[in-house]
């Protein structure tokens, strides 16, 4: 990479280390449906503008503002967070990364694991001893 494409990464982290949690606190409250329409929207968008986030013009807010919204609204849905260039937003406050402890949201959907069967060697006749 250059250094001018250096800036550009660490201005994008940068702002998206400030802008993700804004629009974390923004949705907190939003239904499962309504945060997986927000994420639905935005991927559309960055896909259709994400150029403009690495070579700017007139979709460059909006398309920073979709994918700011659519880590947040994954960051809110998804059981451990999201990670995205290294960095990590999540609901556990204080959270280490993507191997902190993220409890389960569905505990009652975890099944133990069933007890192992047992394996018995069957032998079966030689076919050309008969």
Do not use: Y
Not at 14 to 26: F, K, S
Not at 66 to 79: E, I, K, P, V, Y
Request: glycine fraction near 8%; hydrophobic fraction near 45%.
């Amino acid at each position: 990479m250059d250094e001018a494409a250096d800036i550009q990464r660490f201005v994008l982290l940068e702002t998206l280390r400030l802008a993700v949690p804004m629009h974390m606190v923004e949705m907190r409250h939003w239904s499962p449906a309504a945060l997986s329409a927000v994420a639905g929207d935005s991927a559309e968008t960055v896909g259709s503008h994400g150029d403009a986030l690495q070579f700017g013009g007139k979709h460059c807010a909006e398309a920073f503002n979709a994918l700011a919204r659519g880590l947040a609204s994954t960051a809110l849905t998804a059981w451990g967070g999201v990670t995205w260039q290294g960095l990590h937003w999540c609901t556990v406050p204080d959270c280490v990364g993507p191997d902190g402890d993220h409890p389960n949201p569905f505990p009652e959907l975890v099944k133990p694991a069933p007890a192992p069967r047992p394996i018995f060697d069957l032998h079966l006749p030689d076919p050309e001893a008969a």
